[in-house]
């Protein structure tokens, strides 16, 4: 995971990078990093943090140039070194590469193995490198930067987001399930790719469409192009990102997040109804979940629990120890509220349940007569390998228990996840062009000892070539 911008725009690009970037903070919060182009050469300014914390005036000024890539980098283990953060950049005979990446390569072995027979030197672990060695590769072979990017996406497996600034051109491409997602915005003098369209908001600029999986985009100073260069027999967008991974007020392929998770509420409450005094969320990552319920229901929402704004996501934490603590100083409760009330929280998801566990504990020590807790996707119960951080099977709590077997875990008084048909039908996207791999292991793509539904995908020389728009003088 992780959150991407390009931008090509006549008027300059760090601060529009810099605003996309912030858009995307929640995509991730270990580093962040950005490179323009100015002409003649690539500026860079990278560093672990927030997006704030990294840049600060002096910096961006100095990223000059109408062409630019951000990325902000999710936390994963043995990940927080400097050579890691994104975007990597490169000098390979005349050209300036900088490139950034989304997702997870599940041909990372082969793939290494394969460049590295053939000479090549890897300075990091990411698969961001092995991209960008194979483009390079390809480059020196074909002379074509385009070709080169086409052949880049042929080699690839895996879920991916990808953008590449080369000498002041963008190519940026999303794998052919569409995994990850990926939109186009319209700025004021010229054009954007974003993992969100929050980043397009941001910047006051107007949404085009998502990248279609398996397309190619080019946005370079005069225009954008779009190539279908793969076609596969199916999508698999990752379902989590419904869920959890992107801002509420996002629009992937078509849907508003909020809603989607709105809807989830209200059929949370359709399939598992309880009386009780008060509705509430886990905030954020419930509030959608919980309105939705309480819309439904008729039980009142009423806050009973209270965000610190200035935590990050506790997961980034290290150790379940300061997990825990985490959890506490991020979170605290009204006890007004809660005294003596049956009341019912409403979250996302549970992984390894230490959240539930603890806030299901708060709110009993602050007086909850009953906790009736409601989840918005169904229990995760398999590692995730295209992306998402989840923890093996063992660190997850549902893999091996039932629901009530979870509900005595976290101590709940009742527990219902939604169930997958009633999510998919809130996305409104078919179950067989979602990625749900997490929930029902079974995976879109071959994964080594897992169960998956693969499809054919087709890679064409060009099989459409479309303009979609050439930048106002
Ligand atoms: P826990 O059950 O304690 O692992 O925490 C689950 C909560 O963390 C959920 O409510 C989510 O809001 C959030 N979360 C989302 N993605 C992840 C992830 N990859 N790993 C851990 N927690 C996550």
Do not use: W
């Not at 991916?160 to 939109?183: S, T």
């Not at 996707?377 to 923890?391: E, N, R, T, W």
């Amino acid at each position: 995971m992780g959150g991407m911008v390009g931008i090509v725009d006549a008027g300059g690009v760090s601060i529009q990078l810099y605003y996309a970037l912030y858009a995307l903070q929640h995509r991730g919060q270990e580093s962040a990093g950005i490179s323009t182009f100015d002409g003649t050469s690539l500026h860079k300014f990278k560093g672990n943090g927030l997006v704030a914390d990294v840049f600060s005036p002096p910096v961006l000024s100095d990223l000059k140039g109408s062409s630019g890539i951000g990325h902000v980098r999710y936390p994963t283990t043995g990940a927080r070194l400097p050579e890691n953060i994104q975007p990597l950049n490169f000098q390979f005979q005349e050209h300036f590469i900088s490139i950034a990446h989304n997702g997870n390569l599940v041909n990372t072995c082969e793939l290494r193995a394969e460049y590295e027979q053939a000479g090549q030197m890897f300075t990091t672990t990411t698969d961001t490198e092995i991209i960008a060695k194979i483009l390079i590769d390809a480059i020196s072979n074909s002379g074509s930067v385009e070709d080169a990017v086409r052949f880049c996406m042929k080699k690839l497996t895996g879920s991916y987001a990808v953008v590449i600034l080369i000498d002041g051109i963008i190519f940026a491409f999303r794998d052919p399930l569409g995994i990850k997602p990926l939109c186009i915005g319209k700025t004021e003098n010229g054009y954007m790719v974003a993992s969100e369209s929050v980043a397009v908001d941001a910047l006051s600029a107007k949404l085009v469409r998502d990248v279609k999986p398996g397309e190619l985009i080019r946005i370079e100073t005069g225009g954008i192009s779009c190539t279908q260069v793969a076609v596969a027999g199916r999508r698999a967008h990752c379902i989590f990102e419904y869920v959890y991974f992107a801002r509420a007020d996002s629009v992937i392929d078509g849907v508003l997040v909020y809603d989607v998770r709105r809807k989830v509420g209200h059929k949370l409450h359709e399939e598992a109804p309880v009386k009780a005094d008060s509705v509430g969320a886990l905030p954020d990552s419930g509030t959608a979940y919980a309105i939705g319920y309480a819309e439904e229901s008729k039980i009142p929402y009423v806050e009973s629990l209270m965000k610190n704004r200035y935590m990050g996501r506790t997961f980034i934490m290290p150790t379940q120890k300061e997990r825990e603590k985490a959890v506490r100083i991020k979170l605290n409760p009204i006890p007004a509220h809660l005294k003596d009330k049956s009341v019912v929280l409403v979250d996302d998801s549970i992984v390894r349940g230490t959240t539930s566990k603890r806030i299901i504990t708060i709110v009993r020590e602050a007086g909850a007569r009953e906790v009736h807790v409601r989840i918005g996707s169904p229990a995760i119960k398999a590692p995730c390998y295209l992306g998402v951080d989840f923890p093996t099977r063992e660190e997850l709590i549902a893999h091996d228990r039932d629901e009530d077997e979870v509900r005595k875990s976290i101590t709940a008084t009742t527990l219902h996840h939604i169930s997958l048909d009633a999510l998919v039908e809130a996305i409104g996207i078919s179950k067989d062009d979602l990625c749900t791999g997490c929930l029902t292991s079974c995976y879109p793509l071959p994964i080594d000892g897992e169960k998956a539904k693969t499809c054919q995908v087709d890679f064409t020389d060009s099989t459409f070539q479309s303009r979609l728009g050439s930048f106002e003088a």
